[in-house]
């Protein structure tokens, strides 16, 4: 009589690198976050501080279609209420960048973009995301928080006491860095999405984040 054969649970990590390259690592089985350390060139970081210095209302949604033969997706009108600022081409240049590296990994053909400012945490407790995978970077101010595996009980998600109360469990995701989240959509990823954060913000405090989904 054959033993009954074990599943063994996978090994989760995550990547990070210096260079696009290091958002490959997403595809890997086990892998639920691939993180580019990229330090965001100046004129767009001083667009996004000089964005927040406005203190005016962001919040902004597209469903883009992904265009073949390489061409660019369509940005038109893209935080067009802040065209006149210094840097604001270079940044849609960037968003536009992303957006098709994001498409290209994934060979996505319909993708969900959302460019906010927020004055607050807009999901201050530890969660997982119900999608196969989501790109978020923030342009300017405090980025998102993470935990490594094991560092929380995934079946008390959503239960503040049972969250970390050592900071040195929380990992902090620069300004200007690109992540990719693998969800709980992600085949093969079921039960081991990323585990992240809002962060909390101070008083007065802002952040400029852009969020892209995988929609078809």
């Known amino acids: 009589m054959l033993a009954p054969s074990l599943k063994l649970r996978p090994v989760i990590y995550q990547v990070q690198g210096d260079t696009p390259k290091a958002l490959t690592g997403i595809l890997d089985d086990g892998v639920n976050l691939a993180l580019w350390q990229r330090q965001l060139p100046a004129h767009i970081a001083d667009f996004g501080g000089l964005l927040l210095s406005l203190n005016e209302p962001l919040a902004e949604a597209l469903s883009l279609e992904m265009p073949g033969d390489d061409a660019e997706p369509n940005l038109h009108g893209l935080a067009s209420g802040f065209s006149d600022l210094e840097g604001y081409e270079g940044f849609i240049a960037d968003v536009s960048w992303l957006v098709s590296a994001f498409a290209c990994l994934l060979g996505a053909q319909r993708i969900g973009l959302r460019l906010r400012v927020l004055d607050k945490a807009m999901c ?88 892209l989904d995988w929609l078809s």
């Open 124 to 211: 201050p407790r530890f969660h997982v995301d119900h999608v196969p995978v989501r790109l978020i970077t923030t342009y300017a101010g405090i980025g998102s928080q993470w935990l490594k595996e094991g560092a929380m009980d995934r079946r008390q998600l959503g239960k503040p006491e049972a969250e970390p109360q050592d900071d040195s469990l929380i990992q902090q995701i620069t300004s200007g860095e690109v992540a990719l989240l693998k969800g709980e959509k992600w085949q093969g990823n079921e039960g081991f999405g990323l585990i992240h954060r809002s962060p909390q913000l101070a008083p007065g405090e802002r952040r400029l984040i852009l969020t």
